[in-house]
């Protein structure tokens, strides 16, 4: 079965700073990828997402995601990160021909203005 | 659309009691999936079912059953429930099971 490593669980950081956040999955075939936001209260949301073709994604909110094959990782970023980007970021990988989802144990991201 | 609801919102159970979690979505959606939400842990599978009538196991099962009827209900049942499932409860549905999952707003139980 696959999983999937997430690192820095705390991250703190002030507004416009960089965010990068890492993504390591072990599973070697054909993976689909995501990352998914919890805001306080809420409930989870696709942030983005990879099945196949470039493997720079863009999702909402101005963040992206690179997909390395060879690394097995698929690390989310952000160039300049605001107060309402403060949430839970969690990674999933679902693998070819398995029935499950799963997720890392999340980045809880505090943006301090 | 409605998408993935879930009720109740709140639920404080005694240890031994049984309830059922209930999950719908009306996007016809054949994938659902139940997780549970513990602080530092991330998600973790309960179970899911890839259509009306089949159902699996997840990574996390024991003490929990699942049955799918219907493609739009998916409820959870406790059986007799633990301090140890005190936890925030999410159903998930999508197209297929490759697809983006669309999550609801949760259930947060308390077992005393």
């Known amino acids: 079965a696959q999983s999937v490593s997430q690192h820095n669980h705390h991250v703190i950081l002030s507004e416009a700073a960089s965010l990068e956040l890492g993504c390591n999955y072990s599973?070697?075939?054909?993976?689909?990828l995501f990352w998914y936001v919890q805001y306080p209260g809420q409930h989870l949301q696709l942030l983005l997402k990879?099945?196949?073709?470039?493997?720079l994604v863009k999702g909402i909110k101005g963040f992206e995601a690179e997909f390395i094959k060879s690394k097995f990782s698929f690390n989310l970023r952000k160039p300049s990160v605001q107060w309402s980007d403060t949430a839970e970021y969690f990674c999933?990988?679902?693998?070819?021909?398995?029935?499950?989802?799963?997720f890392g144990k999340g980045n809880q991201v505090v943006v301090i203005p | 659309n409605a998408g993935v609801t879930q009720t109740p919102k709140f639920q404080v159970l005694k240890t031994g009691q049984s309830m059922t979690l209930q999950c719908a979505q009306d996007?016809?959606?054949?994938?659902m999936s139940w997780y549970r939400q513990d602080p530092g842990m991330g998600l973790r599978l309960i179970h899911y079912?890839?259509?009306?009538?089949?159902?699996d196991q997840g990574e996390v099962p024991n003490g929990y059953n699942v049955s799918r009827s219907t493609t739009e209900d998916f409820p959870l049942r406790l059986l007799s429930a633990a301090p140890s499932q005190t936890s925030v409860y999410f159903c998930?549905?999508?197209?297929?099971?490759?697809?983006?999952?669309?999550f609801g707003p949760g259930t947060r139980l308390t077992v005393l």
């Open positions: 599973y070697g075939g054909t993976v689909n």
């Open positions: 999933a990988v679902m693998a070819y021909g398995n029935n499950r989802l799963a």
């Open positions: 998930a549905s999508s197209y297929s099971k490759e697809y983006e999952q669309f």
């Open positions: 996007m016809n959606h054949e994938y």
């Open positions: 079912s890839v259509g009306a009538g089949i159902t």
């Open positions: 990879y099945f196949s073709g470039d493997p």
